[in-house]
Structures are given as structure tokens and as C-alpha cells.
């Protein structure tokens, strides 16, 4: 026992240090890996983007309980949150705010009765389960003051059509840029706020998981909004 408490008292800074970090990690910023590509093109699989848990909400850490607001989310940020189906931590979109009407057809969104803009990019084609790889079209989506590309798949049954739905008091429309390859809020519903977690900022590494992990060096440090 004494053997302990000494060896405690000698490496007391290192473990302050620990906890330091730990907290500052559930509490201020944080990263997170991403597995899927439900925000490609923004977010690839393999990226590892640093998130700021204090743009919205101080929480008592390792709740969803909040102390103070600090921030009001945008459209157009890019989110991470507990999923209000099974508290599966996702990273999506933020379309529609409280008090807006969306509607989206034929893949096109509408917020509050005005259409966004839409300018085709380029053809693509896109990974889609393990292995089939189907052809699409990477779009310019104005969603606010900042554009930002979305794809479009080819053949895939997608909800492409819905609303128009009116946002409800704290509570957000989230959707992820692969529309038609993403278990976003046409699935899952519409996200509290309470489930929110931080605003995704940038890559802060990436790797490539078809290319046995290797380093996608163009990515390191890109922010996530153009």
C-alpha cells in the first residue's frame, strides 16, 4: 500500500495531466472518427474531424444536460449528436431551423416557400454497401449564404420527397450531403437540441481505408466549410 501511495504522489502531475485532457475532451473539444459516407463528399470515411463542444451548450460532461447556451446552431453547420432513435452518435447536416418549412422534391429542398439553387458539378460514382459502386452527380447545393455539394445516386431508393414540415420549437432537420446514402432525420425524425453534441470544424487527419489506410495528406487540417 505504501509502495502505491508513493508511486501516486510521484506521478501526481502526470495524472492531473490525464484527467486535465479527459475533461477538456468530454467537456470543450473533442474528435471524432467517421466510419461511414454519409457526409461524402465533405466528410470522407477514414477522416477524423476535430469537433468544438462548446459552440451551442455547456453540459455537465457525459450528459445531455445543459448548463448554459452559448451559441445557436446554423443552417448549414455540420453537427454531431445522439441519434433520437437509439442514441447512436451521428454527424450530419443542419437543414432546417425552429420555425422553418421544408420540403424537398424530387431531391430539391425548399426552406420557408423559396427554393435553393442547385448547379450540377460533375458525374460520379459512388461506393454504396460492400461492394456495389453506382453512378451519380455531385451538386452545388446554396443552402444560405454558403454553398456546399451534395450527391445525388443514380437508382438507389432514396426518401426524395417530403413536407412540407414545419420545425418545431428546439428542435432541428438534420440531413447528411450523400442524400441518397444517408440514415438522416427523413429516417430517424427530427433531432432536440438536447441531443446535441458539438459543430464539426475541420479534418484533423484522414486515411483511406480502400488503400490499406494510407494517409490522405491533402486532407490534413482542411475545414469543413468551402
Known amino acids: 500500500m505504501f509502495k502505491i501511495r508513493s508511486a501516486l504522489r510521484e506521478q501526481r502531475g502526470f495524472i492531473v495531466i490525464l484527467l486535465s485532457f479527459g475533461l477538456l475532451r468530454v467537456a470543450v473539444a473533442d474528435y471524432n472518427p467517421v466510419p461511414s459516407g454519409s457526409m461524402r463528399p465533405t466528410i470522407l470515411e477514414g477522416d477524423v474531424v476535430l469537433v468544438n463542444r462548446l459552440a451551442y451548450d455547456l453540459k455537465v460532461p457525459l450528459t445531455d444536460f445543459a448548463l448554459a447556451r452559448l451559441g445557436e446552431p446554423v443552417r448549414g453547420d455540420i453537427i454531431t449528436f445522439n441519434s ?124 483511406d481505408p480502400l488503400r490499406n489506410f494510407m494517409p490522405r495528406v491533402e486532407r490534413l487540417g482542411a475545414s469543413l466549410y468551402p
Do not use: C
Open 84 to 207: 433520437p432513435r437509439d442514441g447512436v452518435r451521428l454527424i450530419k447536416r443542419v437543414v432546417g431551423l425552429p420555425g422553418d418549412v421544408v420540403s424537398m422534391r424530387d431531391k430539391k429542398l425548399s426552406i420557408n416557400g423559396v427554393p435553393l439553387s442547385y448547379v450540377p458539378r460533375g458525374p460520379v460514382t459512388e461506393k454504396v454497401g460492400d461492394d456495389a459502386a453506382v453512378p451519380g452527380l455531385r451538386v452545388s447545393e446554396q443552402l444560405g449564404p454558403r454553398a456546399h455539394d451534395v450527391l445525388w445516386l443514380d437508382g438507389v431508393q432514396g426518401r426524395d420527397n417530403f413536407g412540407p414540415l414545419k420545425i418545431p420549437a428546439d428542435q432541428y432537420l438534420m440531413l447528411g450531403d450523400n442524400r441518397d446514402n444517408s440514415a438522416d432525420s427523413r429516417y430517424i425524425g427530427l433531432v432536440p437540441r438536447r441531443l446535441l453534441i458539438a459543430r464539426a470544424e475541420r479534418v484533423l487527419v484522414s486515411v
